[in-house]
T-cell receptor, first 114, second 114 residues
Framework: AQSVAQPEDQVNVAEGNPLTVKCTYS??????LFWYVQYPNRGLQFLLK??????LVKGSYGFEAEFNKSQTSFHLKKPSALVSDSALYFC????????????FGAGTQVVVTP | GAVVSQHPSRVICKSGTSVKIECRSL??????MFWYRQFPKKSLMLMAT?????????EQGVEKDKFLINHASLTLSTLTVTSAHPEDSSFYIC??????????FGPGTRLTVT
């Protein structure tokens, strides 16, 4: 069975400081990994994905994530956070044998203060 | 990027009535669409996978007779909540899978059953 863990319910960071949102996964085989962001009362917006290749993935709005197979992690990072980055962030995994069936983490609320 | 719309954005209905939610991929064809349910401050729960021209595949614990899904064309999937009850009140989100495998999410539909 596959699972995704986001250990932090909320991350607080000052504007301009680095932002990290943690995600670990458990899935058999090679996973497809995703990050999505959700603003209040809105659907999810795609940020980035890891399928194969370079472990460092660059995505939208200056975000990046590093795939670490040994630690089964896929942490989301941004070097300098903006107030507008305040939102709910979801990590998701899809096993390669059922492409598309996303398993979401519980979500991490990011609060960026001016 | 690809655009997915949902209609209505919010709906209030009386207990016992049925409600239909539409999900459309506006600028691409989606052979597969997914329906999710999100409770307040909670993660997304996959309800069913909708494939064009065939019956939907429901996740364990989701009542197929209560949540009717129809995927009549490559750009439209509908979710009908039949005989709605207050416990069906939730935020329903659809996604459409493009040819590259990425899922593009709709803005969601807020259902309130009184």
């Amino acid at each position: 069975a596959q699972s995704v863990a986001q250990p932090e319910d909320q991350v607080n960071v000052a504007e301009g400081n680095p932002l990290t949102v943690k995600c670990t996964y458990s899935v058999s085989g090679n996973p497809y990994l995703f990050w999505y962001v959700q603003y209040p009362n809105r659907g999810l917006q795609f940020l980035l994905k890891y399928i194969t290749g370079d472990n460092l993935v660059k995505g939208s709005y200056g975000f990046e994530a590093e795939f670490n197979k040994s630690q089964t992690s896929f942490h989301l990072k941004k070097p300098s956070a903006l107030v507008s980055d305040s939102a709910l962030y979801f990590c998701a995994v899809s096993p390669t044998d059922s492409w598309g069936k996303l398993q979401f983490g519980a979500g991490t609320q990011v609060v960026v203060t001016p | 990027g690809a655009v997915v719309s949902q209609h209505p954005s919010r709906v209030i209905c009386k207990s016992g009535t049925s409600v239909k939610i539409e999900c459309r991929s506006l600028d691409f064809q989606a052979t597969t669409m997914f329906w999710y349910r999100q409770f307040p401050k909670k993660s997304l729960m996959l309800m069913a996978t909708s494939n064009e021209g065939s019956k939907a595949t429901y996740e364990q614990g989701v009542e197929k007779d209560k949540f009717l899904i129809n995927h009549a064309s490559l750009t439209l999937s509908t979710l009908t909540v039949t005989s709605a009850h207050p416990e069906d009140s939730s935020f329903y989100i659809c996604s459409a899978q493009g040819t590259t495998g990425e899922q593009y999410f709709g803005p969601g539909t807020r259902l309130t059953v009184t």
